[in-house]
């Protein structure tokens, strides 16, 4: 009676031992799978820069965040500055003056345009300064809503200045 017992026992332990190598096996195909999805998401997000400073009162700072465009440009990941609220104004009446350290700013937007970099405008604040769509430099794009909605889905790294 006890050899059936332990025999019994042992077939016990056998399926649950199988059980466990089988749901280890399950475990080991899920984590593979997470570990793809992982190195998926780890594929350089764009970088968005709002730049809402008003370039006329502090064009030190939209310039620095025009060179975070360039230097993340240079090193090959997608970048999109967004004149926002009063960045719109380097699109405006004498902005092609606007300079901070010898550096013109709109011949630094237009360098980033021919390195791969997009901008766009926002439309409220072009009217907000009177800002009309033929006065934007060639490649400057007014923002349309779908697209900014696609760009949040693919979580971007924002930087404002």
């Known amino acids: 009676m006890k050899t059936l017992q332990s025999i019994g026992a042992m077939c016990a332990l056998l399926l649950v031992f199988a059980s466990c190598e089988q749901q ?17 998401e780890e594929a350089p997000a764009e970088l968005i820069i709002n730049l809402i400073s008003d370039p006329v009162e502090d064009p030190h700072s939209s310039l620095m ?28 009446d004498a902005a092609d003056a606007l300079e901070f350290h ?8 237009m360098d980033l345009m021919a390195d791969g970099g997009v901008v766009r405008a926002c439309p409220h604040c072009m009217m907000a300064h009177d800002i009309e769509a033929e006065d934007l430099l060639e490649g400057v794009q007014v923002m349309d809503n779908a697209v900014m909605m696609e760009k949040i889905k693919n979580n971007p790294t924002v930087f404002t200045y």
């Open 102 to 109: 010898d550096e013109n700013l709109q011949q630094v937007l």
């Open 65 to 92: 965040g025009l060179h975070l465009a360039q230097n993340v440009r240079k090193n090959g990941q997608e970048v999109m500055v967004f004149l926002n609220v009063h960045g719109v104004k380097l699109m405006g």
């Open 24 to 40: 280890n096996k399950e475990l080991t195909d899920i984590t593979a799978v997470e570990t793809t999805d992982e190195k998926a």
